[in-house]
């Protein structure tokens, strides 16, 4: 009888464990699921500086460009360098595919004004320039454009551009800009210039008033001094203790 009662005792413990063990069975334990990294971004090359560009390029000294107003783009930094340089070399081969505008007899217009310009001695005048701060900026429509301040000896001319890529080059359309028009700016002169602008043609629209002339140098009385020289110097900025001038007249 006890040997009876120790098996029946044995039955049940082994019992229990059989069942402990195969309620509980082995723990599954998960992957570690993989941590797909996105592959990292190469950054966008940092733009070259104006004087680095300058000197690979092989542009002329006389072309200063403020890094700080510089585009951000190096292609633009190039077309800009390019554009002037060329300019001031009177470069038409480079300057023409460069330039855009209205169609006039399958010629553009700023082409035809570069011919022009070139047969009148804009070679000349352009070997007198010492000085050409190009100024970057937007007009009041929103356009990307450059003041260009020219330095011959004392007297200072401007020309205004928009320019714009197309396709992989940049492209230049010449804005109207009356001569001795450097008289007349302060402040910042790219965005005073389309103030004056825009005035000019809100007075242009009211009749029989010639202030539009007056406003941009011009002088609406025939002794009058047009050239606005009794005004202060101006001082565009992009030389110390001086102001760029013009070559001949703007290009437009």
């Known amino acids: ?32 699921k993989q941590v797909v990294k996105a592959p990292k971004q190469k950054p966008k090359p940092k733009a070259k500086s104006i004087i680095d560009l300058k000197a690979e390029l092989s542009i002329d000294h006389r072309v200063y460009i403020n890094e700080e ?3 951000r783009d190096e292609n633009a930094r190039k077309a800009l360098l390019r554009f002037f340089d060329a300019m001031l070399r009177t470069d038409t081969a480079t300057l023409k595919p460069m330039l855009e505008g209205v169609e006039v007899d399958t010629e553009l217009e700023d082409q035809k004004q570069l011919d022009a310009m070139v047969q009148s001695g804009l070679q000349a005048e352009m070997d007198k320039v010492s000085f050409v701060d190009v100024k970057v900026g937007t007009s009041s429509d929103g356009r990307q454009c450059v003041m260009a ?96 001038t013009a070559p001949g007249g703007p290009l437009g």
């Open 149 to 244: 301040v020219y330095e011959t000896g004392m007297d200072y001319q401007v020309q205004v551009w928009y320019f714009a890529k197309s396709g992989d080059s940049f492209m230049f359309t010449s804005e109207n800009t009356p001569p001795n028009l450097a008289n007349n700016l302060s402040g910042d002169w790219l965005t005073h210039f389309f103030e004056l602008k825009d005035e000019m043609i809100e007075i242009a629209n009211q009749p029989d008033d010639d202030t539009s002339y007056t406003i941009f140098g011009g002088s609406s009385e025939s002794d009058g001094d047009s050239t606005g020289s009794s005004r202060p110097r101006p001082n565009p900025g992009g030389r110390p203790g001086g102001a760029p």
């Open 1 to 32: 009888m006890t040997n009876l009662c120790k098996t029946a005792l044995t039955a049940i413990i082994l019992s229990s464990f059989l069942t402990v063990g195969l309620g509980c069975g082995e723990e599954v334990v998960e992957a570690p």
């Open 69 to 71: 107003e510089a585009p």
